[in-house]
């Protein structure tokens, strides 16, 4: 219904048959900040049409979306500020890939306080590698190797690198990082 929902995010698709694909993220408009889902769209020559609402296995409604590079699968990967990543293949109708980041095997100062890595912000490497980063409400940056994602039954899972920041006591805001040119990451 309209007025319902307000866009939050938008990912252009990026390679071969996701090119055409829109993915919009939606915020419940209300007076909680809460994830409404996704919905899709598809361009065409002279219009925009809605596909179809993005839906996982788990009833969960992801928000933030991002296509992976022209070098990689022809999807979207998307998170709604949990511990879960959704890969998304708009091709495929009904199937979203579920991954944990589940980092609390690795040893982090103020564990306990910092709590779960809460995905909020996700970007690919600049360069042709296989590398993203998760930015999450523990204050943590996470990179990962999208070949090396562990399904979400999984309890252990590895990530290529953990960075932490100075945790901030009274904040519910969260980090944000974002790749520039030959793999610089900057938070």
């Known amino acids: 219904k309209a007025g319902m ?3 939050v995010d938008l990912a252009f698709g990026k390679k071969g048959a996701s090119a055409n694909y829109l993915l919009v993220g939606l915020q419940a408009n209300d007076s909680h900040y809460r994830p409404g889902g996704s919905a899709l769209f598809q361009g ?3 219009r925009v049409s809605f596909i179809r609402g993005v839906r996982t296995d788990n009833k969960a409604k992801p ?3 991002v296509a992976y590079p022209e070098h990689g699968p022809s999807a979207f990967l998307m998170n709604s500020i949990d511990e879960i990543l959704y890969q998304y293949d708009p091709r495929i109708e009904s199937h979203c890939s579920r991954f944990k980041v589940n980092i609390q095997n690795i040893l982090r100062s103020d564990s306990a306080e910092r709590g779960p890595h809460k995905v ?3 970007s690919f490497s600049t360069s042709h590698s296989t590398l993203f980063q998760t930015s999450g409400t523990d204050h943590c940056i996470i990179v990962h190797d999208w070949r090396y994602l562990q399904p979400a039954w999984k309890d252990y899972y590895e990530p290529v690198c953990v960075f932490e920041h100075q945790r901030v006591l009274n904040s519910e805001s969260a980090m944000a990082a974002e790749w520039f040119g030959n793999d610089f990451l900057a938070s």
Do not use: E, P, Q, T
């Open 120 to 122: 909020n912000h996700i």
């Open 5 to 7: 929902h307000a866009v």
């Open 63 to 65: 928000f933030f979306s």
């Open 44 to 46: 065409g020559a002279d």
